[in-house]
C-alpha cells in the first residue's frame, strides 16, 4: 500500500460529498452557450476522481444520481447527463487498477478518452432531441478538462492531506 493510497482510505465522506456538491454547484451555473462549451465539467472531473480513489463510495449509482441532479439543474432532457456520465465513470471504473499505475499524462489521456465518450453522448441524446447538431464547441471542454486533471488531481491530494492534519 502506498502513502497515497493510505491517504485516501482516510478521507472522511463528508469531504466527499462536499466536493461533490461543489461541483453540481459549478456545472449547473449559467453561462453564455458560447462561454459554456469552454468549462470543464466539474461533476464528470469530480466524479472520475472519486470513482478512482475511492470506488466504494462513488461508482455507477452516484453518477447516475449526479447526473439526473445536473440535469435537472440545467434544464436538459432529463437523463441525458446521467446516461453520458455513467458511461464515463464506467470507463474509469473498469480500468481503474491501470490508471492508477500510469503517470498523470496517461492519466489524462484516460481521463479524455472517458469525457470525450461522455460528450459524443451528450451529442447524440441533443441531436434526437432536437434534431440539431449541439456544435464543435463542445469538444473543447473534455480537452480543457483532460489538460486540468494533473492539477485537480494534485489540489484534492492536497486538501485531502490537509484535512488529515
Wanted: hydrophobic share 55%; net charge positive; charged share 10%.
Amino acid at each position: 500500500m502506498t502513502e497515497l493510497d493510505s491517504l485516501h482510505r482516510r478521507t472522511k465522506k463528508r469531504f466527499i460529498i462536499l466536493s461533490l456538491v461543489i461541483a453540481v454547484l459549478l456545472d449547473i451555473i449559467p453561462f453564455p452557450q458560447s462561454v459554456a462549451g469552454c468549462f470543464p465539467d466539474f461533476v464528470a472531473i469530480m466524479a472520475i476522481y472519486w470513482s478512482l480513489f475511492r470506488p466504494q463510495y462513488v461508482g455507477i449509482g452516484v453518477a447516475f444520481i449526479l447526473g439526473l441532479i445536473v440535469d435537472v439543474g440545467t434544464g436538459s432532457p432529463f437523463g441525458q447527463h446521467a446516461l453520458a456520465l455513467m458511461a464515463a465513470v464506467y470507463v474509469i471504473d473498469r480500468n481503474r487498477l491501470q490508471i492508477l499505475g500510469y503517470s498523470y499524462g496517461y492519466q489524462s489521456l484516460m481521463i479524455f478518452v472517458s469525457l470525450l465518450l461522455m460528450t459524443l453522448i451528450l451529442i447524440v441524446v441533443h441531436f434526437f432531441a432536437s434534431h440539431q447538431f449541439a456544435g464543435w464547441s463542445l469538444f473543447i471542454a473534455p480537452v480543457i478538462s483532460a489538460l486540468l486533471w494533473p492539477l485537480i488531481s494534485k489540489l484534492m491530494l492536497y486538501l485531502a492531506y490537509s484535512r488529515r492534519l
